[in-house]
C-alpha cells in the first residue's frame, strides 16, 4: 500500500485499517484541515476505537480557518476522546509537545504521546504494540 497525497500539505500514510496515519508538512489551511477530518471521520465509522499517527516534521503553521476548525472539531468531539485509543505525534516543536501534554492532563482518557523525529520508528511500535507495517511517508 502506498501513500496517498491528498495535497500540497497532507500525506494520507499506509496503515492498518484502523489506523490513521499522516504527514502533515508546510502550512494547513482550512480545506486540508476538511480533507483530514474526512479521512478521520471514516476510521470512526468504520471501527469504534482508531489509532492516530500524526506526522508534523516540516510543519510549519495553520491559517487561521484551520485553527478554527480545529479547535471547534476537537470540542465536538469530547465526548467521544476514548474513541482515539492511542495517539502517537512525531514533531520537533516545542509548543506541540506541549500542548499533547496538556491535552492529557485535561482528557485523561486519551492516551498520547510525543515522539522526536529520530523517534519515528519507536512512535509506530508504541502505537500499534509491533514495530511491523510502520507507516512511510514517499
Known amino acids: 500500500m502506498k501513500s496517498i497525497r491528498v495535497s500540497e500539505v497532507i500525506e494520507i500514510l499506509p496503515s492498518p485499517d484502523n489506523v490513521f496515519a499522516i504527514h502533515v508538512s508546510g502550512r494547513l489551511t482550512g480545506e486540508d484541515y476538511d480533507r483530514m477530518l474526512a479521512a478521520i471521520e471514516a476510521k470512526l465509522k468504520a471501527h469504534e476505537r482508531i489509532f492516530?499517527?500524526?506526522?508534523?516534521?516540516?510543519?510549519?503553521?495553520?491559517?487561521?480557518?484551520?485553527?478554527?476548525?480545529?479547535?471547534?472539531?476537537?470540542?465536538?468531539?469530547?465526548?467521544?476522546w476514548h474513541r482515539f485509543a492511542r495517539n502517537a505525534l512525531v514533531t520537533d516543536k516545542q509548543w506541540m509537545k506541549l500542548l499533547a501534554k496538556a491535552a492529557a492532563l485535561f482528557l485523561p482518557q486519551?492516551?498520547?504521546?510525543?515522539f522526536e523525529p529520530s523517534d519515528r520508528d519507536a512512535a509506530w511500535a508504541w502505537l500499534t504494540g509491533a514495530s511491523s507495517s510502520r507507516p512511510t511517508s514517499g
Open 110 to 114: 486519551l492516551q498520547i504521546q510525543t
Open 52 to 80: 492516530m499517527f500524526v506526522d508534523m516534521i516540516g510543519f510549519d503553521d495553520m491559517t487561521a480557518e484551520a485553527f478554527r476548525k480545529d479547535i471547534s472539531y476537537s470540542f465536538g468531539k469530547l465526548g467521544e
